[in-house]
């Protein structure tokens, strides 16, 4: 009897130490390789919301996503999310990065949320909503709702996306020019000043008929690859996204088409689009306006993101070679201009609420010391830079020449707070964008400072 108790006490323990040792060799090969899931719901409103310009009578033949990636393997988890919504701004920000940290096991450090800017769509931001309520405001386009349950549905997709997820042994880098879709919208006089904008669409001949201006044309493309298999796609385009808007249907406009385009044709990956630093960029030049130009614009700026992912170089990638930098800046507020709004936004209606009201969200917790995060995701040679605001596209050109010998992208529209954030030498300039900019000109250095910072990190 004492020597089969002895006998199955060794075996037990033969047993655990081999259980132990599968556990062990499992948690090793999970970090060996890079992993990667994906996440896409629905995000739009029903009809009676209100979009950020407007109360929604219907929603157009495709909706309005959130979608995104989950990256596994190299410290802990990074969550990179584009909604096609206006703009998510301020505690929204905050409340958005600590749902999808939770649901990804990280830190709200390591997840972005960026929106595509589209105008037939909701603005987020909770600053703003409590500021109007308590001054006895309708909140208006900011009435949280329907973002609170947007929320729990992210949160869920998120988390069941960890279930899904595969592994990554190789991406592919690849970059096209997209023709005759972003223009310049900042027309100077011969003394260097602006003297009218040509927007997101333009019916003036002579307007249309001047230069396309300093754009950045081209469209960058990272494929996250599990063997042979592409299973995320990751886009970056720098440009207003409106063909024609203020329609009270909410659409996700020529990018959302495009990308549902590219969805068709690589299907088993999931693409993930980014606008780039597009604040004083858009389709003006070569849009009348008119609706057909809605199918015209997504088809070439589709045809650029096929000729990049068609010319991609693809290559083997480890965890090693991914990391994860932020920076925190506090931009300088433009104090007269802010004080002006305050006094404005009583008397003002829905659409003057919707550009300002976050505008002054972010100058009260400026005042309380909140800085900006920026972040720099490295993949091998690749750098995708995540920026706040209405970034002029001077700071996306100035990333790619800051590193020529990678390949850089850049994600705006993070934090909508700032709103428009223009080169110091567009202060002097005037126009549309530094009129409704409530930061300053001192902006430049400390923006520049940090991406110098972001994309020489060893």
Same mark, same amino acid.
């Given at each position: 009897?004492? $020597?089969?108790?002895? !006998?199955?006490?060794?075996?037990?323990?033969?047993?655990?130490? /081999?259980?132990?040792?599968?556990?062990?060799?499992?948690?090793?090969?999970?970090?060996?390789? /890079?992993?990667? =899931?994906?996440?896409?719901?629905? *995000?739009?409103?029903?009809?009676?919301?209100?979009?950020?310009?407007?109360?929604?009578?219907?929603?157009?033949?495709?909706?309005?996503?959130?979608?995104?990636?989950?990256?596994?393997?190299?410290?802990?988890?990074?969550?990179?999310?584009?909604?096609?919504?206006?703009?998510?701004?301020?505690?929204? &920000?905050?409340?958005?990065?600590?749902?999808?940290?939770?649901?990804? $096991?990280?830190?709200?450090?390591?997840?972005?949320?960026?929106?595509?800017? &589209?105008?037939?769509?909701?603005?987020?931001?909770?600053? *703003?909503?409590?500021? /109007?309520?308590?001054?006895?405001?309708?909140?208006?386009?900011?009435?949280?709702?329907?973002?609170?349950?947007?929320?729990?549905?992210?949160?869920?997709?998120?988390?069941?996306?960890?279930?899904?997820?595969?592994?990554? =042994?190789?991406?592919?880098?690849?970059?096209? !020019?997209?023709?005759?879709?972003?223009?310049?919208?900042?027309?100077?006089?011969?003394?260097?000043?602006?003297?009218?904008?040509?927007?997101?669409?333009?019916?003036?001949?002579?307007?249309?008929?001047?230069?396309?201006?300093?754009?950045?044309?081209?469209?960058?493309?990272?494929?996250?690859?599990?063997?042979?298999?592409?299973?995320?796609?990751?886009?970056?385009?720098?440009?207003?996204?409106?063909?024609?808007?203020?329609?009270?249907?909410?659409?996700? @406009?020529?990018?959302?088409?495009?990308?549902?385009?590219?969805?068709?044709?690589?299907?088993?990956?999931?693409?993930? $689009?980014?606008?780039?630093?597009?604040?004083?960029?858009?389709?003006?030049?070569?849009? @009348?306006?008119? +609706?057909?130009?809605?199918?015209?614009?997504?088809?070439?700026?589709?045809?650029?993101?096929?000729?990049?992912?068609?010319?991609?170089?693809?290559?083997?990638?480890? #965890?090693? &070679?991914?990391?994860?930098?932020?920076?925190?800046?506090?931009?300088?507020?433009? +104090?007269?201009?802010?004080?002006?709004?305050?006094?404005?936004?009583?008397?003002?209606?829905?659409?003057?609420?919707?550009? %300002?009201?976050? !505008?002054?969200?972010?100058?009260?917790?400026? &005042?309380?010391?909140?800085?900006?995060?920026?972040?720099?995701?490295?993949?091998?040679? *690749?750098?995708?830079?995540?920026?706040?605001?209405?970034?002029?596209?001077?700071? !996306?050109?100035? *990333?790619?020449?800051?590193?020529?010998?990678?390949?850089?992208?850049?994600?705006?529209?993070?934090?909508?707070? #700032?709103?428009?954030?223009?080169?110091?030498?567009?202060?002097?300039?005037?126009?549309?964008?530094?009129?409704?900019?409530?930061?300053?000109?001192?902006?430049?250095?400390? /923006?520049?400072?940090?991406? %110098?910072?972001?994309?020489?990190?060893?």
């Amino acid at each position: 009897m004492k $020597h089969t108790t002895i !006998q199955i006490f060794s075996l037990y323990i033969i047993f655990l130490l /081999l259980t132990v040792g599968k556990v062990n060799c499992a948690a090793q090969d999970n970090f060996a390789y /890079l992993q990667i =899931s994906s996440f896409d719901i629905d *995000a739009t409103p029903p009809v009676g919301s209100a979009l950020a310009y407007d109360t929604m009578v219907n929603r157009w033949d495709l909706g309005l996503r959130a979608r995104g990636v989950v990256i596994q393997g190299s410290g802990e988890p990074i969550v990179l999310c584009a909604i096609d919504w206006i703009g998510i701004a301020n505690e929204s &920000q905050d409340v958005f990065k600590e749902t999808l940290a939770n649901a990804a $096991h990280t830190v709200p450090e390591r997840v972005v949320v960026h929106t595509l800017h &589209q105008h037939d769509a909701p603005i987020c931001d909770f600053s *703003a909503e409590k500021m /109007l309520i308590s001054a006895g405001l309708d909140p208006g386009a900011f009435e949280s709702s329907y973002a609170r349950k947007l929320l729990v549905k992210l949160h869920k997709a998120v988390a069941n996306s960890l279930d899904e997820s595969q592994p990554v =042994s190789h991406i592919s880098v690849g970059k096209a !020019q997209v023709y005759k879709v972003a223009s310049n919208r900042r027309i100077m006089d011969e003394n260097g000043k602006v003297v009218i904008m040509r927007g997101s669409s333009c019916r003036i001949p002579e307007l249309r008929a001047e230069p396309e201006g300093l754009v950045d044309p081209m469209v960058t493309v990272i494929g996250f690859w599990n063997g042979d298999m592409p299973v995320a796609v990751l886009s970056f385009y720098a440009t207003h996204p409106q063909s024609y808007y203020l329609t009270k249907i909410a659409n996700p @406009d020529f990018p959302g088409v495009a990308r549902l385009m590219r969805q068709l044709e690589v299907p088993d990956a999931l693409h993930v $689009h980014f606008n780039g630093a597009g604040g004083n960029i858009a389709a003006g030049k070569y849009n @009348d306006g008119s +609706k057909k130009m809605r199918g015209i614009l997504a088809d070439r700026l589709a045809n650029g993101m096929k000729r990049a992912w068609e010319n991609s170089k693809k290559v083997p990638v480890s #965890p090693e &070679q991914v990391n994860w930098e932020t920076e925190d800046v506090l931009l300088p507020p433009a +104090k007269e201009k802010l004080d002006e709004i305050a006094l404005r936004v009583k008397e003002e209606g829905y659409r003057y609420r919707t550009n %300002h009201m976050g !505008q002054l969200a972010w100058y009260k917790r400026h &005042q309380e010391g909140k800085s900006i995060k920026l972040s720099c995701l490295s993949v091998g040679e *690749a750098r995708v830079l995540f920026m706040p605001g209405e970034l002029f596209v001077e700071y !996306q050109l100035a *990333a790619k020449a800051m590193r020529p010998d990678l390949f850089v992208s850049m994600a705006a529209y993070g934090d909508y707070g #700032p709103f428009y954030i223009g080169t110091e030498e567009a202060y002097d300039q005037g126009g549309y964008e530094i009129d409704a900019s409530t930061v300053t000109g001192e902006s430049e250095n400390i /923006l520049m400072d940090a991406l %110098h910072s972001l994309l020489h990190h060893k």
